[in-house]
């Protein structure tokens, strides 16, 4: 078994906290798919039936966008450190039609956008330019005892969802319908990693009115 499938196999807790209003669910076998296809592994036949089925499923393309949002900064947290070699996965994955099924992320975000503006343009008047920040120094560390994840909080009633992982994406922890702006990850998690490691982590936000906020890919260390 090679190391990108094994990722894919702790990949799977993440893709199932993802959520969606579509009504289609990403199975186990796709999400596979998804992982192997942006690491290279997946044969084009397969790949180019993913992107037809992101142009159509909402759900499909949000499992992407995860995948690769993680994917590029573990890559970046690699190159920047100066005594860790930098992992590079096959070319393969730059292939046309991935670059497509990126064309057509967009278009769904985008879609999806205009979708909830019409059908809410109240929404954005109750949280304007709510954008969740880590109240953590970016790339600063935290002790394993106390690995208290932190961001700006949202309006009154909001709740979260946390994903947590190493920059190889095995994943140290996942919570949801939490009510603070903040989640601590077990000492226990993280025992087995050496100081300096690096974790990834991103939170999605279900605002009062409906909406859902997503934030970027924050990176914290382990002291």
Not at 51 to 65: H, I, L, N
Not at 70 to 75: C, G, H, I, L, P
Not at 137 to 160: C, H, I, M, T, V
Request: proline share 6%; glycine share 4%; charged share 25%.
């Amino acid at each position: 078994m090679t190391e990108t499938r094994r990722s894919d196999e702790r990949l799977a807790d993440v893709f199932r906290a993802i959520e969606d209003s579509s009504a289609v669910a990403v199975s186990d076998s796709d999400r596979e798919r998804i992982w192997l296809a942006i690491s290279g592994e997946l044969p084009p036949e397969e790949r180019r039936a993913l992107v037809d089925q992101m142009a159509t499923t909402p759900a499909y393309a949000e499992a992407w966008r995860v995948a690769h949002e993680m994917w590029r900064a573990s890559q970046g947290t690699a190159a920047e450190a100066a005594d860790t070699p930098v992992r590079h996965y096959p070319r393969r994955w730059t292939a046309p039609w991935v670059a497509a099924a990126a064309v057509l992320l967009v278009g769904t975000t985008i879609g999806l956008v205009s979708l909830r503006e019409q059908q809410s343009v109240d929404k954005f008047r109750s949280s304007p330019g709510y954008v969740i920040e880590s109240r953590v120094p970016d790339a600063g560390a935290l002790p394993r005892e106390a690995f208290r994840l932190q961001w700006a909080a949202g309006p009154e009633g909001s709740r979260y969802r946390v994903r947590v992982t190493t920059e190889d994406l095995v994943v140290l922890a996942t919570a949801a319908d939490l009510a603070a702006a903040e989640f601590s990850v077990a000492a226990t998690q993280l025992s087995e990693l050496p100081p300096g490691t690096t974790v990834l982590w991103q939170v999605d936000a279900y605002l009062p009115d409906g909406e859902r906020v997503t934030s970027r890919t924050f990176v914290t260390h382990v002291r």
